[in-house]
């Protein structure tokens, strides 16, 4: 199914960003891990999926409108395995941060007339998610990073904008790296446990080490 084949693309795009050094950063001040975006206008990329043997099982669009609102960019992956599956990503950030404001992921099966969507909304201090599992819905809440004496500025990214996250890194050579994914999320858990399949990434950047400090808080 598309939506699997996805979400291991989501993957190793956080193995990519997710990254941590071995090296003490208690008393060093941390930056952000996105510096700027390398787009200067509106783009749209279109990909074929195939397995191992070179079969095509899917394509993506990834899709980038950089003046969707004003100083606001909207950073969309729409996939689909026609005509039975789609899996469609959108996020709103800030045009030169991408900080987000809004995410929204859509799954369907045409075949078993069936619709998963997860929605985001970014209220710092806070972000809140809502889940229609097939018109079962489901709402929970998570703290954002907040000021830390070492991190006045913490920065956090949505899974949806990942893709472009790592096109917009200062990559630099960095010692004794730890690479780290996304945790395992349990779909079947009660309203009250309930854990949104997205979580908050916020990478920070040591200015003269490189990447040293890595905050994921799964949702």
């Not at 975006?37 to 509106?42: E, I, L, Q």
């Not at 950073?75 to 789609?86: D, F, K, V």
């Amino acid at each position: 199914m598309i939506s699997a084949r996805i979400s291991l693309l989501l993957a190793a795009a956080s193995l990519a960003v997710i990254l941590s050094s071995c090296a003490g950063s208690n008393d060093r001040t941390l930056s952000k891990v996105f510096v700027a975006p390398p787009w200067t206008g509106d783009e749209r990329n279109e990909y074929d999926l195939t397995d191992e043997a070179g079969d095509l099982y899917g394509k993506c669009v990834l899709q980038t409108d950089v003046d969707a609102e004003p100083g606001k960019t909207r950073l969309s992956r729409l996939c689909a395995n026609e005509p039975r599956y789609r899996d469609d990503g959108t996020v709103l950030v800030d045009s030169r941060t991408l900080v987000p404001f809004e995410a929204a992921r859509v799954r369907t099966d045409a075949e078993k007339n069936e619709r998963v969507a997860a929605l985001s909304v970014y209220d710092p201090p806070i972000v809140k998610f809502t889940f229609d599992d097939k018109g079962k819905v489901r709402e929970t809440e998570r703290d954002l990073p907040e000021p830390t004496e070492t991190s006045p500025d913490p920065g956090y990214y949505d899974d949806e904008s990942l893709l472009w996250l790592v096109r917009g890194m200062d990559l630099r050579e960095v010692d004794d790296l730890q690479y780290f994914g996304p945790a395992e999320l349990d779909h079947s858990a009660a309203a009250h446990d309930y854990q949104p399949p997205m979580h908050v990434l916020a990478v920070r950047e040591d200015r003269d080490l490189g990447l040293v400090e890595e905050h994921l808080d799964s949702m």
